[in-house]
């Protein structure tokens, strides 16, 4: 038989030995049978025994003889009940029993597990740190099986609770089978040199599998060379495996430059490990353990195109050409094997494809340790001086996760000085404290909380006193100088009375870690006579048994959060992750614009994260808030690019980078309403087709690396561009313009709007390489709109309706938000249930959400309560997250509430049942109500879609402006969408999504706006009598009003503000001559006005000022800049009669008006004015806007602006005032007599106002061209910076053809710059 075949069948054999098929018992196939029960008496032993029919002997499963089961001396937890299976066996299982027909049984118990019956290893199941279930009786059997089983001889069974009428009392069974292995043994010299079959070397795959165990923290565990820096190579440094590997092309000189992959930690345990690695071409999967990462290289090489030699425990020769520092393997390794080749048996039939380098053995057996385990901060190890010596020499390693506590106390026999070592900040820290002087420290090592064993040297002789960390030679002992004698008791990690008195007090409190190697002068200690009791004393240890564990491996934080950990829990540091929790679990940003905007977010740049708490990251877009929330990303393109080919080759394709990934973009697109990117192409002799067969020459590639050659508003299959749809183009035989070759420019543009192909990432024009011709296009940005799942909403009408969806996938980490409206008072929101794990979020009361559930330590429960019940038909917000941390659950804005997990409880939530969203399984408690925008874990659902199908459940869900009609501001009137609201700025000063946006304008010299209210009533009565009608009585009568505007202007006196009425009533709002706000009411004719003077300052000063008066009847409330309030009231009447106009600005005879009065209208306003509304009548949206039919006439220089101080505030300094800018700038109309705009057909005017515009509007094409050049050659410098100097001279000569050009129909889609 081929040695190869042979090799490969005796691996098999013994891996399926390994796993369940073993001949145990008569048992073939499977590994569970009873191993206790036919062990002798003497397998098993104990801490100690009641008497001797309690002993351990009588500790099998259901032996009745003796007293019918172990129970020790003491019931403390400090015993155990030990078997010894003889050899290593595979335990599968366990089971105990309580001692029968008592009162004595254990409730909860650890498993502990060893090779040599020292240093033992707790068994840890489903990633939890609590022990395994007891029993709750004497006489019943509760079985739990191992996942994943172990390998082990000695068991060893630790009481943790038991019955508390009773005592310990135990009987128990393991269930396993035989476990055959070969080992190795490498003294840390030796190595073994594996020559590689090259026949049986497979060009796609390779596997490696071996256990391997040590107590050194450093050592090379394999490694393979190749050519040019090749090699793999695997190392254990600091306790953790480091797989390094390069796939050629440079040589790696140090450490730092290797790519690596990290797993394990604390693996020089002296316990089994298993490691697999699998190299697939260019793909590695590395595990260890339980833990899998996986990576795959860059490039096409192989990763297996290496040397036909491999070592294992050490790398053979120096200068090769992978040289760093390292260390040869110091331990075992068990059952080695290389693509199903068992190395370790060729090595022990000296096989000659085997070398064997230095002293190696086919046995595993190393001097033990006894470890010593500090549980908590009260533990401590009491020691006593060695008798007949007289100095100090105190020895031993310790590691720990924390970066304090108390390592060493101890008195001085004959002085009552003290000498004290505290672990501080990662540091230690010796303090001798001399009676009656001051205390003084010296401090050495660092990071010393890294969980390594680090060693420790204290002695003192005479007056000298030295403290020696790692024994690193690189750092000096420290010393002191002062009297010091011999000690009398040494305390370890703690002490038993804190208040000793003494000078060196601890305020960091206990040791938590391990400590081993203990001496004290000359003598070594022995923990194992501590634990019998013959030496010292302790109090809450674990003795031969070293318990930390790296609570980073696996990191439970997420999104790249960083994990530290002390020896009772870890903690996350979430920092420029963009996620928050304690875990990072929970995203700080919305999931799209559309959520930005239904919180009032105005226009911006914004981070939105696609899939919330899922793997996909934070992108940072542009959020255009318009009527509807519009998402744009840019690209690394968006410049005018110019298509060349040179020496005759094809021009090579551009490739567009987002400013998100594809995989963010996708998200972003799947969950938008629409999608669209704009697409131009300048063509001159280029085409986008071929003329003959129609051969496209032109394309574009979409985000599935698909090629397109349809264009903007085509269907996919259809090869035309807008002009051919819309049939303009500028020659009918083709369906581009470009297609139409012709020696002059010309443009196709169009939108591309099929979700499933965008965005664009490639742009191919290859008809460019002709004589003379020219092409050049610009891609826009990806532009989104909307948000499908923010509006996604079901209606549930009964209490036993529901919507039921897959099982909810949240073990580690589970996070649910919704809004729900409702009046009921009680019901359930979401349920999902398992066997005994269950989560669960509900309405409790009016006043209470509740989130419920169970990971297996029972139920736990965070309510949040309201001051204002929940169900008054408005929209809340609610979000639930419950992580191996602790749980947390938000409603709107309240406080956050939480509850933290149970320490070393169990982690995974374990559902099963279906998701219920609105009900619960037993069709009890039900919602009656609305839910929106469920999301599980960043996922949204459909529940629209589900309700369709679901009797008792309606799609959708009416009544939003009860919850965000807030958002429309300045008297706008929220309006009801089916997906959403809308704000109705009709009535509102303000303009924008939100009437947000004040509409401002600037007046020159002599201008003015003139508002009839005859025509305002009018339309207003007739289409919507909703508005003015409850104001306006026929005569136009009004007993109240609003009145608000701000302004800017140092001009005085000034009339800002006068309205009118038939009878020659009139409120005027001026500013006198000394820049005091005057108002002024005269609403009967026959009586003066009444006069509201405010002169507390001169308003007339450049700044932006702010008035707001409202009238009820004949009282009236006046608010200046926000603050000076004054409450008048009227003498002169309660009514304004026959209300007429408001003008704003000069007017020369105002009807009735006092001398004051006339002398501010003479003068007018000079300056800015915003926001101007008469109760529901906005004069200066009427002139600038032309909304609706109102008569609006306006008189000289009336410019609009954005604000009149964009950025400052009431009483802050303003900017320039009014440009002296006439009407043609951004308006329309005759400027002469002020004519109505909507009469305005003089002939005079309309040339006037004609020649005006043809010169404005050349300045402004003029002025478009310079801002467009520049902004094309910053973003062209900004983007593509490494394009050489010829190309951008060639772009800006490209830009000069194409401004010479002349103006083509809009029709034909031509951009000139």
């Known amino acids: 038989m081929d040695p190869v075949a042979g090799a490969l069948l005796k691996m098999l054999a013994l891996l399926s030995a390994q796993t369940c098929s073993t001949v145990v018992a008569g048992n073939t196939y499977n590994c569970d049978a009873p191993l206790a029960s036919a062990l002798p008496r003497v397998s098993f032993s104990s801490s100690s025994e009641l008497s001797s029919s309690h002993g351990p002997g009588f500790a099998s499963l259901n032996r009745r003889d003796g007293a019918g089961g172990w129970t020790p001396l003491v019931s403390n937890k400090y015993q155990w009940l030990q078997i010894d299976l003889g050899e290593r066996m595979k335990v599968t299982a366990v089971a105990t029993q309580g001692g029968y027909g008592s009162s004595d049984w254990v409730t909860s118990y650890l498993l502990m597990f060893s090779d040599s019956g020292r240093n033992w290893k707790q068994y840890r199941r489903e990633e939890s740190f609590w022990g395994f279930p007891g029993n709750t009786n004497s006489d019943s059997v509760v079985h739990y099986r191992l996942q994943p089983p172990l390998e082990a001889r000695f068991l060893r069974f630790l009481p943790l609770a038991w019955n508390s009428k009773g005592r310990i009392g135990m009987r128990i069974e393991v269930y396993g089978c035989a476990y055959r292995s070969e080992m190795v043994n490498f003294d840390g010299k030796s190595f073994l040199l594996y020559t590689i079959n090259q026949k049986s070397i497979s060009s796609m795959k390779e596997i490696i599998t071996l256990k391997f165990k040590t107590r050194q923290s450093d050592g090379i565990l394999l490694h393979r060379e190749g050519q040019n820096g090749k090699h793999i190579t695997l190392e254990l440094v600091k306790g953790k495996l480091i797989l390094f590997f390069n796939s050629g092309g440079a040589n790696l000189p140090s450490l730092d430059a290797q790519v690596t992959l990290t797993l394990g930690s604390l693996l020089d345990d002296q316990h089994w490990h298993s490691v697999l690695i699998e190299v697939l071409n260019t793909h590695i999967n590395f595990t260890v353990d339980k833990h899998t990462h996986r990576f795959q290289a860059e490039g096409e090489a192989s990763l297996l195109d290496l040397d036909y030699k491999i070592s294992f425990g050490g790398i053979p020769g120096l200068g090769k050409s992978v040289v760093f520092p390292h260390k040869s393997f110091n331990g075992c390794f068990e059952n080695l094997f290389y693509n199903g080749v068992d190395i370790i048996d060729l090595s022990k039939k000296h096989k000659p494809e085997i070398l064997i380098m230095g002293n190696v053995s086919f046995s595993c ?16 190890l009491a020691l006593p001086h060695p008798t007949g010596e007289n100095s100090i020499a105190v020895t031993f390693q310790f590691r720990t996760w924390n970066r304090a506590g108390l390592l060493l106390k101890s008195q001085f026999l004959h002085w009552s000085g003290a000498l004290v070592l505290v672990l501080s900040d990662g540091k230690l820290k010796l303090s001798l404290c001399p009676p009656g002087q001051p205390v003084r420290a010296v401090i050495a090592g660092d990071g010393l909380n890294d969980g390594q064993w680090h060693s420790v040297s204290l002695s003192a002789n005479g007056n000298h006193l030295s403290l020696k960390v790692d024994n690193d030679v690189s750092s000096a002992a420290h010393s002191l100088r002062g009297q010091s004698h011999s000690a009398n008791t040494y305390y370890f990690g703690g002490y038993p009375d804190n208040s000793s008195g003494s000078q060196c007090e601890n305020p960091l409190g206990g040791f938590q870690g391990c400590l081993k190697l203990i001496s004290i002068g000359s003598t070594v200690v022995d923990p194992i006579s501590i634990q019998q009791g013959a030496l010292g004393n302790f109090s809450d240890l674990q003795i031969d048994s070293c318990g930390i564990t790296d609570r980073c491996l696996p990191s439970y934080c997420e999104h790249g959060g960083e994990c530290s950990q002390s020896w009772d829990t870890f903690s996350c540091d979430c920092t420029h992750t963009g996620y928050v929790g304690a875990t990072c679990h929970s995203s700080l940003y919305e999931r799209s614009c559309e959520a930005y905007k239904h919180r009032g977010n105005s226009s911006g740049f914004y981070f939105i994260d696609s899939d919330g708490s899922g793997p996909l990251g934070p992108a940072l877009v542009y959020c255009n808030m318009t009527d509807s929330a519009w998402t744009s990303v840019q690209h690394n393109g968006s410049h005018l690019a110019r298509v060349k080919s040179s020496h005759g080759e094809s021009p090579q394709p551009v490739i567009f980078k987002y400013m998100a990934s594809m995989d963010q973009l996708q998200a972003l697109i799947d969950q938008a309403d629409h999608c669209q990117q704009e697409l131009a192409f300048h063509c001159r002799k280029s085409r986008l087709s071929a003329h003959l067969d129609g051969t496209p020459v032109s394309w574009w590639v979409g985000r599935t690396n698909e090629t397109h050659t349809y264009w903007g508003g085509s269907l996919p299959d259809a090869q035309k561009c807008t002009c051919g749809l819309e049939g303009n183009c500028i020659d009918s035989q083709y369906h581009c313009n470009c297609d139409a070759d012709q020696d002059e420019w010309t443009s196709d543009t169009g939108v591309l709007s099929h979700k499933e192909h965008l965005p664009v990432t490639q742009v191919m024009m290859t008809d460019a390489g002709r004589p003379h011709s020219e092409a050049a296009y610009t891609l826009g940005p990806l532009l989104c709109r909307g948000d499908n799942s923010f509006w996604n909403s079901a209606s549930f009408n009964t209490e036993t309706s529901y919507l039921h969806f897959p099982t909810f996938r949240g073990e580690l980490s589970a996070d649910v938000s919704f809004f729900f409206k409702t009046t009921a008072s009680s019901g359930v929101f979401v349920e999902n249930l398992g066997i005994t794990d269950f989560i669960r979020l509900e309405l409790r009361a009016p006043t209470e959400v509740t989130f419920s559930f169970d990971v297996g330590n029972g139920p736990c429960e965070v309510t949040v309560q309201s001051p204002t019940p929940f169900n008054d038909n408005r929209w809340h917000h609610v979000k639930a997250e419950r992580n191996v941390k602790e749980a947390s659950l938000q409603v709107d804005q309240l406080p956050q509430k939480f509850q933290p997990a149970p320490t070393g409880g169990h982690l995974l939530l374990q559902l099963n049942s279906q998701l219920f969203i609105g009900g619960t399984a037993s069709r009890q408690r039900g919602f009656l109500g609305c839910i929106r925008f469920l999301q599980l874990n960043g996922m949204a659902l459909d529940l629209e879609g589900r309700a369709k199908v679901t009797p008792g459940v309606e799609a959708g869900c009416a009544g939003h402006c009860s919850s965000y009609g807030h958002l429309c501001h300045n008297g706008g009137r929220c309006q009801e969408r089916h997906r959403g609201v809308a704000c109705d700025c009709t009535s509102s000063a303000y303009e924008g999504p939100f009437c947000s946006h004040e509409i401002s304008a600037y007046f020159g010299a002599g201008s003015s706006i003139i508002y009839s209210f005859q025509e305002h009533h009018n339309y207003t009565f007739n289409g919507n009598s909703s508005s003015l009608a409850a104001l306006f009585h026929e005569e136009l009568t009004l007993t109240r009003e609003i009145v608000t505007l701000s302004f800017r202007t140092t001009g005085t006196p000034s009339l800002l503000l006068f309205v009118s009425s038939v009878y020659e009533e009139y409120l005027s709002v001026i500013l006198a001559s000394n820049g005091s706000l005057q108002i002024r009411y005269k609403l009967d004719r026959h009586r003066e006005p009444d006069v509201f003077n ?187 910076s490494d394009i050489s100097k010829a190309g951008d001279n060639a772009e800006i000569a490209l830009k000069s053809e194409l401004n010479m050009q002349n103006t083509v129909s809009e029709s034909q889609k031509e951009y000139f710059f």
């Open 1094 to 1280: 405010f002169d507390f300052k001169n308003l007339a000063d450049g700044q932006l000022h702010n008035v707001k008066i409202n009238r009820e009847a004949a009282v009236v409330f006046v608010e200046v800049n926000q603050n000076a309030r004054r409450r008048a009231t009227l003498s002169s009447g309660m009514e304004f009669n026959a209300v007429k106009s408001l003008v704003l600005g000069m007017i020369l005879e105002p009807p009735g008006a006092d001398p004051d009065t006339r002398r501010a209208a003479a003068r007018g306003f000079t300056g800015c004015l915003s926001a101007v509304r008469f109760s529901h009548a906005a004069p200066l949206k009427a002139a600038l806007r032309l909304v609706g039919p109102a008569r609006v006439t306006v008189h000289g220089q009336v410019a609009a602006g954005s604000r009149c101080a964009v950025g400052a505030g009431p009483g802050s300094r303003a900017r320039e005032l009014a440009p002296r800018l006439s009407r043609g700038s951004g308006y329309s109309g005759p400027t002469d007599e002020g004519e109505p705009l909507i009469n305005a057909d003089r002939s005079d005017s309309a040339v006037i106002g004609g020649v005006v515009a043809v010169v404005i509007f050349i300045l402004l094409c003029v002025t478009a061209i310079a801002i467009r050049i520049y902004q094309q050659r910053w973003l062209y410098q900004k983007n593509e």
């Open 365 to 380: 057996s190393h001097p033990q340790t006894v470890p010593v385990t500090f549980l908590s901060s009260r533990s401590y």
